[in-house]
T-cell receptor
Framework: GAVVSQHPSWVICKSGTSVKIECRSL??????MFWYRQFPKQSLMLMAT?????????EQGVEKDKFLINHASLTLSTLTVTSAHPEDSSFYIC?????????????FGPGTRLTVL | GESVGLHLPTLSVQEGDNSIINCAYS??????FIWYKQESGKGPQFIID?????DKRQGQRVTVLLNKTVKHLSLQIAATQPGDSAVYFC???????????FGGGTRLMVKP
């Protein structure tokens, strides 16, 4: 149980392209989903917290107009990197929390590697 | 912005030995702690968690110890296997909704 999928797993695009990444909780409903960014040999950096049906909460320094997040249902959140540039190349990972518990473990997707040429 | 050029600390152990991975956390108000394992090119995988009102929790081949006095968390892996080779992250939560704050990570290398 508690499986989270991401699509695509790897995307290569030209500079200026917008890229959409999907995050799905396959066997549970996720009240909250999180988007992280990870550079090589570094830890996960939280970008934003996404709650179903409401606007995402972005961490300091993360441009909300650059990284558009939509959490339209309890099983799907999308991250769109608008007008991607080479510095946006990174490993993007989503996680989902079932919610409702005092200790809500986050279950992570397999990640999406974005390479911007 | 993110730090550049960090190198993960590495723990190298012999297959069959026990491994101990340490983590110092920052917020004394954190309510729970989680260890994740991340293999190259994959997302983090949940290993074990512990609440702040506990000081030890055991799972299959893994034990997590929590010392709130010095804000220290450790993960012990018994009879380490080559498949345990990965980067291990500790995370603390309970301060702001479901948000987790991740530590820097430790790379575990298991020598056959």
């Amino acid at each position: 149980g508690a499986v989270v999928s991401q699509h695509p797993s790897w995307v290569i695009c030209k500079s200026g392209t917008s890229v959409k990444i999907e995050c799905r909780s396959l066997d549970f409903q996720a009240t909250t989903m999180f988007w992280y960014r990870q550079f090589p040999k570094q830890s996960l950096m939280l970008m934003a917290t996404s709650n179903e049906g409401s606007k995402a909460t972005y961490e300091q320094g993360v441009e909300k107009d650059k990284f558009l997040i939509n959490h339209a249902s309890l099983t799907l959140s999308t991250l769109t990197v608008t007008s991607a540039h080479p510095e946006d190349s990174s490993f993007y990972i989503c996680s989902a929390a079932p919610g409702g518990g005092a200790m809500d473990t986050q279950y992570f997707g397999p990640g999406t590697r974005l390479t911007v040429l | 912005g993110e730090s550049v050029g960090l190198h993960l600390p590495t723990l190298s152990v012999q297959e069959g030995d026990n491994s101990i991975i340490n983590c110092a956390y920052s917020n004394s108000a954190s309510d729970y702690f989680i260890w994740y394992k991340q293999e190259s090119g994959k997302g983090p995988q949940f290993i074990i968690d512990i609440r702040s009102n506990m000081d030890k929790r055991q799972g299959q081949r893994v034990t997590v110890l929590l010392n709130k006095t010095v804000k220290h968390l450790s993960l012990q892996i018994a009879a380490t296997q080559p498949g345990d080779s990965a980067v291990y992250f500790c995370a603390e939560g309970g301060n702001a909704g479901n948000m987790l704050t991740f530590g820097g990570g430790t790379r575990l290398m298991v020598k056959p």
